[in-house]
């Protein structure tokens, strides 16, 4: 690469400038790839249901466990947004999360896959959407705990946060590296 004073960058200084080197893949692995995919199907939230069935809470919406007497219930995000009476505006700050969370999980996830299909990805912006995802749906979790009776009544474990931590870890085993670098810089 040559230099706006004429001179060029060494290879060594080009492949950690764009964030690849012998330490660190350029782009996303198959298997890095599956995990962030595979995020998208990790529920946001366990809630246990003590003597009912338990809750789960994804990213797409509420699933049931045994509902009517052995079977499974659903009901999709969009669905509970758009039955909702009051404006978006005014719902709870863990709600309006809901979707920053989708959004950024749905981000790393094209982020992985233009790296594995085009071999083009910043693996920086890859782990950063993780941690923006991990702590998204945390923030709804926090509020379904809330929400749920967290503390005194109910005990810490009224809801299982899940893809929060999954996603934490996937963000930071995978792409610590890379975002150990941002830090640094």
Known sequence: MVRPGGGSRSAAESASRSGSGPESPSTSGRVEWLL??????VPMVV???????????SLWGFVTLGADGGGVGGYPVWAYFLDQ?????TLPPSIRAWPLAVGFHLLAAGSATGGVALGREDRRVTGGL???AAAATLWVAA????R???G?????????????????????????RDLRRVAVR
């Open 36 to 41: 962030v995919v595979g995020l998208l199907a």
């Open 47 to 57: 809630v246990p249901g003590g003597d009912d069935a338990p809750t789960l809470v």
């Open 85 to 89: 009476p009051r404006p978006f505006a």
């Open 130 to 132: 993780l941690v923006l």
């Open 143 to 146: 509020g379904l705990g809330v």
């Open 148 to 150: 749920f009776g967290v």
């Open 152 to 176: 005194a009544t109910a005990g810490w474990l009224s809801v299982l946060p899940v893809s929060a931590v999954a996603t934490l870890v996937v963000g930071l085993a995978a792409y610590g």
